[in-house]
């Protein structure tokens, strides 16, 4: 074959692109073909799981001024009690890594001591159930992950807790029947009253993630329990929800979720005067592409550029570059 050089430079380049888009598309081909992610759907078809299974998230303190949190949040909850480790300082970062996730039946007291942390005897529970009538069930999935506290330090080798288990109600209508039997059971003097408000906050705190299609997931929370002071909004292709507290002066938390993975990936606090006074974000976040083991974008550069440099090493050999 006699081509001139421009020719060959021209099919070369043609070719390289042609294997790049080849061999990038081979992940999104299957999984186009393959069924929904980690465990399929939720318990009404409609929401599907997170796509979080195996990887890791960082997250970093951006910013917090400790005499506007005083003066709003109280100087008796500190970012550290809420959040844990060294959360009051500045750059420090946690670490969560997602290990699985398996189909789970929550009661309420599941729900008590997982989002309050308040633990009850099998005994009292049959009491409870007996004495207040609250028997309800509601599917979820469990999502296991290990857990670094916020640290300026590096990350240890082993983690601070191991196994955490946080449950996603599959559907969110269940919420307004959670929200009801939690509300029954406050009457027991061992158990806080908990508004429909404070318990989103429970989410928000525990870094649950949400199913998917996030927004509409959200929407359809907040329309069954009908919180005061809670708006969702649309930001960028993610859900916004923005809670206002009136705790020791008015402040605001917004937290934004990430469409793709359902994870907070943003939180803000805000004075009355829209003053942000402590906030934290992902600086790692949880890479929500096609999720085959084996296709990770590092690898596929690599084994684009193999492909690239073999290709054009046969056609010199060919067109007698």
């Given at each position: 074959m006699d081509l001139d050089r421009t020719t060959k430079i021209k099919l070369l380049a043609i070719i390289g692109i042609i294997s790049i888009i080849s061999i990038?598309?081979?992940?999104?081909l299957l999984d186009f073909l393959s069924p929904d992610d980690e465990g399929g759907n939720g318990g009404n078809g409609i929401f599907k799981t997170p796509m979080i299974s195996g990887v890791e998230s960082m997250l970093r303190?951006?910013?917090?001024?400790?005499?506007i949190w005083d003066q709003t949040v109280g100087n008796d909850t500190d970012p550290e009690n809420i959040f844990g480790g060294e959360a009051n300082k500045i750059n420090a970062s946690c670490k969560y890594l997602f290990k699985g996730q398996e189909n789970y039946t929550l009661d309420i007291f599941d729900v008590i001591e997982i989002l309050i942390d308040i633990s009850f005897s099998e005994p009292y529970k049959q009491v409870l159930r007996e004495t207040y009538d609250v028997f309800g069930?509601?599917?979820?999935?469990?999502i296991s992950l290990d857990y670094w506290y916020f640290t300026t330090n590096n990350f240890r080798d082993q983690p601070d807790e191991e196994n955490i288990e946080l449950p996603i109600i599959q559907n969110p209508e269940d919420f307004s029947e959670i929200i009801n039997e939690l509300q029954i059971l406050s009457s027991d003097p061992a158990i806080p009253y908990i508004t429909a408000k404070n318990f989103i906050c429970y989410f928000v705190i525990k870094s649950i993630p949400m199913m998917r299609p996030v927004y509409n997931y959200l929407e359809t929370l907040i329309n069954e329990i009908v919180p005061n002071d809670i708006e969702l909004l649309l930001c960028n292709e993610s859900s916004l929800l923005n809670i206002t507290y009136n705790v020791k002066g008015r402040h605001y938390?917004?937290?934004?979720?990430?469409?793709?993975?359902g994870m907070v990936y943003h939180l803000i606090y805000?004075?009355?005067n829209n003053t942000i006074f402590y906030s934290y974000s992902f600086y790692t976040e949880p890479y929500n592409g096609?999720?085959?083991v084996g296709y990770e974008i590092s690898f596929l550069f690599f084994l684009s550029s193999l492909s690239?440099?073999?290709i054009i090493y046969v056609i010199k050999k060919k067109i007698n570059f």
């Open positions: 990038i598309s081979i992940p999104i303190v951006d910013f917090y001024n400790q005499v069930e509601w599917s979820a999935w469990m938390i917004n937290v934004y979720y990430s469409s793709t993975s805000k004075d009355e096609y999720n085959i690239i440099i073999g």
